[in-house]
Protein backbone atom coordinates (compact mmCIF):
# COMPACT_ATOMS: atom_id res chain seq x y z
CA UNK A 1 0.00 0.00 0.00
CA UNK A 2 0.98 3.71 -0.17
CA UNK A 3 2.64 5.60 2.45
CA UNK A 4 3.28 8.49 4.25
CA UNK A 5 6.28 9.36 4.90
CA UNK A 6 9.07 12.02 6.91
CA UNK A 7 12.03 13.09 5.27
CA UNK A 8 14.15 13.22 8.84
CA UNK A 9 14.08 10.99 11.89
CA UNK A 10 15.43 14.11 14.63
CA UNK A 11 15.44 17.61 13.98
CA UNK A 12 16.94 19.60 16.69
CA UNK A 13 16.66 23.35 16.61
CA UNK A 14 17.52 26.31 18.99
CA UNK A 15 15.40 27.61 21.43
CA UNK A 16 13.22 30.42 19.74
CA UNK A 17 13.80 29.92 16.32
CA UNK A 18 11.74 28.86 13.41
CA UNK A 19 11.10 24.64 13.08
CA UNK A 20 10.40 22.92 9.44
CA UNK A 21 9.08 19.65 9.46
CA UNK A 22 8.86 18.26 5.85
CA UNK A 23 6.71 15.08 4.80
CA UNK A 24 6.32 13.15 1.32
CA UNK A 25 2.92 10.88 0.66
CA UNK A 26 2.53 8.98 -2.51
CA UNK A 27 -1.35 8.22 -2.77
CA UNK A 28 -2.36 11.08 -5.25
CA UNK A 29 -5.82 10.22 -3.89
CA UNK A 30 -5.45 11.69 -0.56
CA UNK A 31 -7.30 14.46 -0.20
CA UNK A 32 -6.95 15.46 3.56
CA UNK A 33 -3.74 16.02 5.67
CA UNK A 34 -3.14 16.24 9.66
CA UNK A 35 -0.31 16.98 11.80
CA UNK A 36 0.14 15.40 14.91
CA UNK A 37 2.22 16.24 17.70
CA UNK A 38 3.29 13.05 20.70
CA UNK A 39 4.58 13.73 23.26
CA UNK A 40 6.21 10.36 25.76
CA UNK A 41 3.71 8.09 27.39
CA UNK A 42 0.84 10.20 25.85
CA UNK A 43 -1.68 9.93 22.71
CA UNK A 44 -0.95 11.71 19.52
CA UNK A 45 -2.18 15.61 19.50
CA UNK A 46 -4.20 16.92 17.01
CA UNK A 47 -1.79 20.23 15.82
CA UNK A 48 -3.67 21.58 12.40
CA UNK A 49 -4.87 19.91 9.14
CA UNK A 50 -5.02 21.31 5.60
CA UNK A 51 -7.43 19.67 2.71
CA UNK A 52 -6.15 18.90 -0.63
CA UNK A 53 -7.93 22.06 -2.23
CA UNK A 54 -5.78 24.21 -0.21
CA UNK A 55 -2.18 25.07 -0.05
CA UNK A 56 -1.32 26.63 3.58
CA UNK A 57 -3.38 26.94 6.72
CA UNK A 58 -2.00 28.86 9.74
CA UNK A 59 -2.84 28.15 13.08
CA UNK A 60 -1.62 29.62 16.17
CA UNK A 61 2.53 29.62 16.08
CA UNK A 62 1.79 26.61 13.02
CA UNK A 63 1.41 26.75 9.42
CA UNK A 64 1.21 23.93 7.31
CA UNK A 65 1.81 24.13 3.66
CA UNK A 66 0.56 21.35 0.98
CA UNK A 67 2.38 20.96 -2.24
CA UNK A 68 0.33 18.82 -4.67
CA UNK A 69 2.58 18.81 -7.57
CA UNK A 70 5.46 17.20 -5.45
CA UNK A 71 3.68 15.77 -2.34
CA UNK A 72 5.17 16.94 -0.05
CA UNK A 73 3.52 18.96 3.41
CA UNK A 74 5.44 20.56 5.83
CA UNK A 75 4.57 21.81 9.23
CA UNK A 76 6.18 25.02 10.26
CA UNK A 77 6.01 26.26 13.98
CA UNK A 78 7.04 29.59 14.88
CA UNK A 79 9.87 30.87 17.96
CA UNK A 80 9.99 27.07 19.21
CA UNK A 81 9.51 26.64 22.92
CA UNK A 82 11.00 23.88 25.33
CA UNK A 83 7.19 22.77 25.55
CA UNK A 84 7.18 21.52 21.53
CA UNK A 85 9.53 18.59 21.92
CA UNK A 86 8.01 15.75 20.63
CA UNK A 87 7.55 13.07 18.17
CA UNK A 88 5.44 15.17 15.08
CA UNK A 89 3.33 13.07 12.84
CA UNK A 90 2.02 13.42 9.48
CA UNK A 91 -0.92 11.33 8.44
CA UNK A 92 -3.26 11.17 5.18
CA UNK A 93 -6.70 10.04 4.81
CA UNK A 94 -7.17 8.74 1.19
CA UNK A 95 -10.25 7.27 0.83
CA UNK A 96 -9.82 4.76 -1.96
CA UNK A 97 -13.29 4.91 -3.24
CA UNK A 98 -14.71 2.14 -0.61
CA UNK A 99 -14.85 4.52 2.46
CA UNK A 100 -12.77 6.17 4.91
CA UNK A 101 -9.14 3.53 5.06
CA UNK A 102 -8.43 5.50 8.28
CA UNK A 103 -4.95 7.15 8.55
CA UNK A 104 -2.08 6.05 7.30
CA UNK A 105 0.96 7.97 9.58
CA UNK A 106 4.67 8.97 8.52
CA UNK A 107 7.36 7.54 10.98
CA UNK A 108 7.64 10.82 12.62
CA UNK A 109 10.15 13.05 13.36
CA UNK A 110 11.34 13.70 16.83
CA UNK A 111 11.82 17.67 17.42
CA UNK A 112 14.85 18.58 19.88
CA UNK A 113 15.04 21.68 21.31
CA UNK A 114 18.30 22.84 22.04
CA UNK A 115 18.02 26.07 24.77
CA UNK B 1 -15.67 19.22 26.78
CA UNK B 2 -14.21 15.80 27.60
CA UNK B 3 -11.62 14.15 25.52
CA UNK B 4 -11.10 10.43 24.19
CA UNK B 5 -10.95 8.29 27.48
CA UNK B 6 -9.61 4.75 27.22
CA UNK B 7 -9.51 2.30 29.35
CA UNK B 8 -7.44 0.17 30.95
CA UNK B 9 -4.73 2.31 31.03
CA UNK B 10 -2.49 -0.68 31.36
CA UNK B 11 -2.65 -4.04 30.70
CA UNK B 12 -0.09 -7.15 30.90
CA UNK B 13 -1.39 -10.53 29.60
CA UNK B 14 -0.27 -13.86 29.08
CA UNK B 15 0.01 -15.56 25.41
CA UNK B 16 -2.92 -17.35 24.53
CA UNK B 17 -5.48 -14.95 26.48
CA UNK B 18 -7.48 -12.55 25.18
CA UNK B 19 -8.34 -9.11 25.78
CA UNK B 20 -10.71 -6.07 25.36
CA UNK B 21 -9.90 -2.73 25.38
CA UNK B 22 -12.55 0.57 25.65
CA UNK B 23 -13.04 3.35 24.63
CA UNK B 24 -15.55 6.50 24.96
CA UNK B 25 -15.08 9.14 22.32
CA UNK B 26 -15.56 12.66 22.53
CA UNK B 27 -19.33 14.00 23.50
CA UNK B 28 -21.52 14.03 19.75
CA UNK B 29 -18.72 12.34 18.16
CA UNK B 30 -19.94 9.37 15.98
CA UNK B 31 -16.50 8.09 14.36
CA UNK B 32 -13.97 5.52 16.39
CA UNK B 33 -11.61 3.90 15.12
CA UNK B 34 -8.35 2.55 16.54
CA UNK B 35 -4.71 2.35 16.08
CA UNK B 36 -1.93 -0.38 17.29
CA UNK B 37 1.44 1.67 18.03
CA UNK B 38 5.02 -0.08 18.18
CA UNK B 39 8.67 1.43 17.76
CA UNK B 40 8.72 -0.66 14.43
CA UNK B 41 5.64 -0.32 12.74
CA UNK B 42 4.78 2.72 13.75
CA UNK B 43 1.12 3.64 13.93
CA UNK B 44 -1.19 1.31 12.28
CA UNK B 45 -4.71 1.37 11.29
CA UNK B 46 -7.06 -1.23 12.59
CA UNK B 47 -10.29 -0.47 12.24
CA UNK B 48 -12.86 2.19 11.99
CA UNK B 49 -16.60 2.20 13.42
CA UNK B 50 -19.60 5.18 12.69
CA UNK B 51 -22.96 4.34 13.72
CA UNK B 52 -22.04 0.98 15.17
CA UNK B 53 -20.89 -0.06 11.69
CA UNK B 54 -17.33 -1.17 11.12
CA UNK B 55 -16.49 1.18 7.61
CA UNK B 56 -12.89 -0.09 6.94
CA UNK B 57 -10.35 -2.89 8.50
CA UNK B 58 -6.56 -2.75 8.29
CA UNK B 59 -4.15 -5.27 7.68
CA UNK B 60 -4.50 -7.47 10.77
CA UNK B 61 -5.60 -10.67 11.61
CA UNK B 62 -8.87 -12.03 12.42
CA UNK B 63 -7.90 -12.32 15.81
CA UNK B 64 -8.63 -8.56 15.88
CA UNK B 65 -11.75 -7.35 16.36
CA UNK B 66 -13.91 -4.99 17.61
CA UNK B 67 -17.60 -3.04 17.72
CA UNK B 68 -19.42 -0.05 18.43
CA UNK B 69 -22.09 0.51 20.74
CA UNK B 70 -25.29 3.00 20.27
CA UNK B 71 -23.84 5.46 22.94
CA UNK B 72 -20.80 5.70 20.27
CA UNK B 73 -18.55 3.66 22.93
CA UNK B 74 -16.89 1.24 21.31
CA UNK B 75 -14.26 -1.66 22.40
CA UNK B 76 -11.37 -3.71 20.70
CA UNK B 77 -11.05 -6.96 21.72
CA UNK B 78 -7.67 -9.53 20.74
CA UNK B 79 -8.12 -13.34 21.72
CA UNK B 80 -5.21 -15.70 21.45
CA UNK B 81 -2.52 -13.49 21.85
CA UNK B 82 0.99 -13.58 20.77
CA UNK B 83 3.99 -11.40 22.08
CA UNK B 84 4.51 -9.31 19.09
CA UNK B 85 0.76 -7.91 20.09
CA UNK B 86 2.29 -6.21 22.89
CA UNK B 87 1.82 -2.39 21.63
CA UNK B 88 0.04 0.87 22.80
CA UNK B 89 -3.50 0.47 21.48
CA UNK B 90 -5.01 3.88 20.27
CA UNK B 91 -8.42 5.25 20.16
CA UNK B 92 -9.55 8.25 18.00
CA UNK B 93 -12.77 9.88 17.63
CA UNK B 94 -13.93 12.40 14.94
CA UNK B 95 -17.55 14.29 14.43
CA UNK B 96 -17.79 12.87 10.53
CA UNK B 97 -15.72 10.15 9.47
CA UNK B 98 -12.57 12.17 7.03
CA UNK B 99 -12.72 14.70 9.72
CA UNK B 100 -10.07 15.54 12.46
CA UNK B 101 -9.87 12.60 14.88
CA UNK B 102 -8.66 13.33 18.44
CA UNK B 103 -6.96 11.01 20.37
CA UNK B 104 -7.17 9.15 23.38
CA UNK B 105 -4.03 8.41 26.00
CA UNK B 106 -3.91 5.15 24.59
CA UNK B 107 -3.72 1.59 26.67
CA UNK B 108 -0.45 -0.25 26.65
CA UNK B 109 -0.62 -3.95 26.42
CA UNK B 110 2.19 -5.87 27.57
CA UNK B 111 1.68 -9.90 26.70
CA UNK B 112 4.06 -12.16 28.48
Redesign the interface.
Given at each position: ?ESVGLHLPTLSVQEGDNSIINCAYSNSAS??F?W?KQESG?????II?IRSNMDKRQGQRVTVLLNKTVKHLSLQIAATQPGDSAVY?C?E?G?SG???????????THLIIQP | KAGVTQTPRYLIKTRGQQVTLSCSPISGHRSVSWYQQTPGQGLQFLFEYFSETQRNKGNFPGRFSGRQFSNSRSEMNVSTLELGDSALYLCASSPQWNTEAFFGQGTRLTVV
Open positions: GDYIYKGPQFDFANDGGADGLTFGKG | -
